[in-house]
């Protein structure tokens, strides 16, 4: 995603119903923390992909701490909106945050998410994270392997879309798909 996303970035988080926000940031935010928080997150230490299934942004990638580790890691936290999920979404951008993390030598993942987030902790359980409850926290732990050719030229590739600024993306819809 990009600067010129702030505002899609901004509707979408205050698009999310209380619950979501919850699971999303492990307690109550307000609009105005999402608006700030949106701004924060497409600094140089982030990577965000956006998942636009109609057109509008759905969902939320993040690959953050780029900057500040050696070896190298990062965390990793994504959403998409209720009335979205359980359509892989989640499951493709969680694949996207991996390529990207590998793409860029990051050697360990970590996610944290409330106990009660059971759509995150079995997206982390199929990528075989290690899991470490701690009162009412989940933090999950993955290890990365060194990037390859094959997995940069994915990450590359996979989606050219996620590389164009706004306003040269589709949807399929709008390709009459």
């Given amino acids: 995603m ?6 899609k970035l901004v509707d979408h988080f205050q698009r999310l119903d209380k619950h979501t926000r919850h699971l999303r940031f492990g307690g109550t935010v307000s609009d105005s923390f999402l608006t700030e928080y949106a701004e924060t997150i497409l600094s140089t ?9 109609d057109g509008e942004l759905r969902g939320v990638a993040e690959l953050r701490g780029l900057l500040d580790s050696w070896p190298r890691s ?29 793409k860029r030598g990051i050697k360990k993942l970590n996610m944290l998410c409330l106990h009660e987030n059971i759509r995150m902790r079995n997206l982390v359980r199929k990528h075989d994270a290690h ?16 990037p390859t050719p094959i997995s940069i030229f994915d990450e590359v590739f996979s989606d050219p879309r996620g590389y164009l600024p706004a306003p040269f993306r589709t949807s399929s819809r709008q390709k009459g798909q």
């Fill in 74 to 102: 990062a965390e990793i936290a994504l959403v998409v909106e209720p009335a979205w999920q359980d359509r892989g979404i989640g499951e493709a951008m969680f694949n996207r945050l991996l390529a990207a993390a590998q």
């Fill in 2 to 7: 990009w600067k010129s996303d702030q505002l």
């Fill in 131 to 146: 899991l470490k409850i701690e009162s009412g926290n989940i933090e999950a732990t993955l290890g990365m392997a060194w």
């Fill in 45 to 53: 230490d982030y990577v965000n992909f956006g998942a636009f299934p």
